[in-house]
C-alpha cells in the first residue's frame, strides 16, 4: 500500500488542486486535497466518511419525519432514522503526509442546490452507489460529468453482498472504459480508504492525460 501513496504524487495533486482552487484561496504549500462523496438517498455516504475519518465526524443528520412518506424510499433500508441535510465532513491521512478533507453531500433532491458550493476546490469525487437502487446514482454520474470533475463508481456492498459483477454495473449504468468502478464496504475503513486512493489515482491520471 505505501508504494501507492508516496511522495511522487504530491507534486501532480499540489498542481490540480491549486488549478480547482476556490480563488483567493492560498494554494502555495498544499498538502491536503478535497473530495465529494455523493450518492443516492441511503447509499451510505455518512457511514462511508465516517468509517474512515481519522476526526470524528461532522455530521447534519436530522430526524426524519412523515413529512418525507411517499418522497424519501425506505423499502431497502427501513431501519434509517436520519438523513444529511446539509454535509458530512472528515478527514483522512494518506502515507507521506496526504491529507484528504472528505465532503459527503446530501442525497435527496431537495438539497442539490448544496452541490455547487460543495464541489468547490475538489480534486475528485465518490459515486457511491446501491446496486438495489442503481437509477438513484445516475443524477450523480450526469452531475460530475457536466462538471467535468473527475469520479469513481464505488459499489457499496450491504452487508457485504455484491450481487452484480462490476462489468454488469459498468454496462447498466452505460459508464464508459475510463471511469474506474470499484467495491467497497461503506462500513470498513481499510475498505473505504482503497476505494479514496483509487480516487486519486484516477484523479491524478486525468490531470496528466491534459498536460
Given at each position: 500500500?505505501?508504494?501507492?501513496?508516496?511522495?511522487?504524487?504530491?507534486?501532480?495533486?499540489?498542481?490540480?488542486?491549486?488549478?480547482?482552487?476556490?480563488?483567493?484561496?492560498?494554494?502555495?504549500?498544499?498538502?491536503?486535497?478535497?473530495?465529494?462523496?455523493?450518492?443516492?438517498?441511503?447509499?451510505?455516504?455518512?457511514?462511508?466518511?465516517?468509517?474512515?475519518?481519522e476526526?470524528?465526524?461532522?455530521?447534519?443528520?436530522?430526524?426524519?419525519?412523515?413529512?418525507?412518506?411517499?418522497?424519501?424510499?425506505?423499502?431497502?433500508?427501513?431501519?434509517?432514522?436520519?438523513?444529511?441535510?446539509?454535509?458530512?465532513?472528515?478527514?483522512?491521512?494518506?502515507?507521506?503526509?496526504?491529507?484528504?478533507?472528505?465532503?459527503?453531500?446530501p442525497?435527496?433532491?431537495?438539497?442539490?442546490?448544496?452541490?455547487?458550493?460543495?464541489?468547490?476546490?475538489?480534486?475528485?469525487?465518490?459515486?457511491?452507489?446501491?446496486?438495489r437502487?442503481?437509477?438513484?446514482?445516475?443524477?450523480?454520474?450526469?452531475?460530475?460529468?457536466?462538471?467535468?470533475?473527475?469520479?469513481?463508481?464505488?459499489?457499496?456492498?450491504?452487508?457485504?453482498?455484491?450481487?452484480?459483477?462490476?462489468?454488469?454495473?459498468?454496462?447498466?449504468?452505460?459508464?464508459?472504459?475510463?471511469v474506474?468502478?470499484?467495491?467497497?464496504?461503506?462500513?470498513?475503513?481499510?475498505?473505504?480508504?482503497?476505494?479514496?486512493?483509487?480516487?486519486?489515482e484516477?484523479?491524478?491520471?486525468?490531470?496528466?492525460?491534459?498536460?
Amino acid at each position: 500500500m505505501a508504494a501507492r501513496t508516496s511522495t511522487s504524487w504530491k507534486g501532480c495533486l499540489v498542481d490540480f488542486a491549486s488549478s480547482r482552487a476556490v480563488p483567493g484561496a492560498d494554494t502555495d504549500a498544499v498538502t491536503s486535497v478535497k473530495i465529494v462523496v455523493a450518492g443516492g438517498f441511503g447509499a451510505g455516504k455518512t457511514t462511508f466518511v465516517g468509517s474512515v475519518s481519522e476526526i470524528t465526524p461532522l455530521t447534519t443528520e436530522a430526524v426524519m419525519t412523515s413529512v418525507s412518506d411517499g418522497v424519501d424510499d425506505l423499502s431497502h433500508t427501513p431501519d434509517k432514522t436520519t438523513t444529511t441535510v446539509a454535509m458530512d465532513f472528515g478527514r483522512v491521512t494518506l502515507d507521506a503526509g496526504l491529507v484528504l478533507y472528505l465532503f459527503g453531500t446530501p442525497g435527496q433532491h431537495r438539497f442539490w442546490f448544496m452541490w455547487d458550493d460543495l464541489i468547490q476546490g475538489a480534486i475528485g469525487a465518490v459515486v457511491l452507489v446501491d446496486t438495489r437502487r442503481l437509477a438513484d446514482s445516475f443524477p450523480a454520474v450526469d452531475y460530475f460529468e457536466s462538471a467535468s470533475l473527475p469520479f469513481i463508481v464505488a459499489i457499496n456492498g450491504f452487508y457485504g453482498d455484491f450481487p452484480h459483477a462490476v462489468e454488469d454495473v459498468r454496462d447498466a449504468m452505460s459508464l464508459g472504459r475510463e471511469v474506474p468502478i470499484v467495491q467497497c464496504d461503506a462500513r470498513g475503513r481499510v475498505s473505504t480508504k482503497e476505494a479514496l486512493i483509487a480516487l486519486v489515482e484516477h484523479a491524478m491520471a486525468m490531470q496528466l492525460s491534459v498536460r
